[in-house]
């Protein structure tokens, strides 16, 4: 039987030193806490210092907390309380921190009321300073949006078709108990109905103190209508003026969480169950170049379409001007944004709606008689349609979308359709066949498809499915942020702000 034991290495706890380690030589030269250092380090964050008061006890450094948040959203720490461990805990965060070990107070403060006016300003001179390197190009970006679910309880919703709901059937209950109280009014007659075209609280309690002045006299009231009367005077008053403080919170949107009314419900791609849930969320869009986020704005609106300007005035007022080359996916393509990107002179690599599926010829054959592929005679100014016969100019229709933007269309309609061959296949409406069209828009997607279609607009078209994509996947999935830990558009900002300038630092230290 053989003697021989296992050798181990020394492991004594015990063991004195001499020269213990410093901290900078247990940190590697090459570790991303060394970036963030020196990112922070390399920037103007005089803004931030005018942030504190200059009366009382002193505070922690606000470039150390700097680099703690931004450092712990690099590295997967989102929560105060976990940031606050690493400090105590980890080996990098007590070299960034200068053993420093701010508690979970002070560094949820630090980044949810400090950096509210600052963190705008931090981004950009990261990325100024990223743009200096040669690394990104502040007037080339490509645009996209993801939907990131909010902190808010998913089952607090209000909806505005509910409200709207509601409010009918007050009206409808209103005019009841009124018809009632003028049947049996024998002295003095009531006047018609209120007009309830539109209902607020003023006019709901003028008509409950009426009808109850009326019918409170009354002795033989049917007691069904009296029930509803008690009904309506106890509980009317304030739904109305709760409904009204909930269509101020919800504007142009047509839903909101309770628990953060910023949120709106969005479907998430990212559901776990695929079936499109709707859920309390923002909708995040970005500007990327080579990778890395240029700009960013957080909206409660879900359609990107309606977030394009905003997204584009928030790039000039951080860098000075609009970006000289935009690339963007079909969800930008409309006329209000082609406008927007005309009159800045900028390029727009931006596909419309059908703008994929006319590219497929099967496509073409199925929809032989679309109104873009009939002949238009610019000097009678009428199209010809499948038949031959001309299709005059009736007039001009206006529609004004969401955002305000105004669209004029020109309406043609054809003659004699009901004896035409093609008839059913031409078209489905029942009289002669009306096409509505957008001269502008239809200008703006000649001079889209041209673009997109020549060399340069091709290269583009691939790289971005390879630029700002890969961005939101490397956030959710590498980095697992799919919630937003704060409540409320400005602190959501300055979260999805830290998420960017540590997006942008990964990049660098890669």
């Not at 403060?109 to 990325?127: A, D, H, N, P």
């Not at 790039?315 to 080359?325: C, L, N, V």
């Not at 673009?451 to 790289?463: F, Q, V, Y």
Request: aromatic share 10%; charged share 25%.
């Amino acid at each position: 039987m053989s003697s021989k034991r296992p050798t181990f290495k020394r492991y004594d706890q015990q063991q004195m030193m001499l020269l213990p380690p410093s901290l900078e030589e247990l940190v590697p030269k090459d570790h991303p806490v060394r970036v963030v250092n020196d990112v922070i380090n390399r920037i103007n964050i005089a803004p931030l210092n005018a942030a504190y008061q200059t009366k009382g006890t002193s505070s922690y450094h606000p470039q150390m907390l700097l680099k703690v948040l931004v450092y712990g959203y690099v590295s997967n720490i989102y929560s105060s309380r976990k940031l606050e461990a690493a400090c105590k805990e980890s080996v990098y965060f007590m070299w960034v921190s200068g053993m420093n070990f701010p508690d979970h107070n002070t560094i949820n403060r630090f980044r949810g009321v400090r950096l509210k006016e600052t963190l705008r300003s931090i981004f950009e001179e990261v990325v100024l300073l990223l743009a200096q390197e040669g690394l990104l190009s502040i007037e080339e970006v490509y645009t996209d949006g993801t939907k990131i679910e909010a902190n808010a309880n998913r089952y607090t919703f209000v909806w505005k078709k509910a409200i709207q709901t509601n409010k009918e059937k007050m009206k409808k209950q209103l005019r009841q108990i009124w018809e009632y109280a003028q049947s049996v009014n024998d002295g003095d007659e009531l006047p018609d109905p209120p007009d309830f075209t539109t209902i607020d609280k003023e006019k709901v309690q003028d008509t409950v103190n009426k009808l109850n002045e009326v019918l409170g006299k009354k002795e033989n009231i049917d007691k069904k209508l009296k029930a509803k009367l008690n009904y309506v005077t106890k509980n009317y008053p304030i739904n109305i003026a709760r409904y009204e403080a909930q269509e101020a919170i919800l504007g142009d949107r047509n839903s909101f969480s309770k628990t953060d009314p910023d949120a709106t419900f969005m479907k998430l791609k990212e559901d776990h169950m695929r079936n499109g849930t709707l859920k309390p969320a923002f909708n995040v869009q970005i500007s990327s170049s080579n990778q890395f986020i240029v700009n960013y704005t957080i909206h409660s609106n879900p359609t990107d379409t309606t977030t394009f300007t905003d997204h584009i005035a928030q790039h000039e007022k951080s860098f000075g001007a609009a970006p000289k080359i935009v690339t963007a996916d079909a969800g930008y393509g409309s006329q209000e944004n082609y406008t927007l990107l005309e009159s800045k002179g900028a390029t727009a690599y931006v596909k419309y709606g059908m703008f994929d599926k006319q590219q497929s010829s099967n496509f073409n054959k199925k929809h032989p008689f679309s109104a873009d592929k009939l002949f238009y005679n610019e000097k009678s100014d009428c199209y010809i349609c499948p038949m031959g016969q001309k299709m005059d100019y009736i007039g001009d229709s206006h529609r004004r979308t969401s955002t305000g933007f105004i669209q004029t269309s020109r309406k043609y309609q054809a003659k004699n359709c009901y004896g035409c061959p093609l008839n059913g296949a031409c078209h489905k409406s029942k009289g002669d066949r009306i096409i509505q069209i957008n001269a502008e828009l239809e200008r703006q997607k000649k001079q889209a498809h041209t673009l997109l279609n020549n060399e340069d607009g091709i290269a583009h078209r691939k790289k971005r499915c390879f630029d700002v994509e890969p961005i939101f996947g490397n956030i959710k999935e590498n980095h697992r942020f799919r919630r937003f830990m704060l409540r409320g558009n400005e602190k959501v900002a300055i979260e999805w702000g830290l998420i960017a300038i540590a997006q942008n630092i990964r990049k660098k230290a890669a």
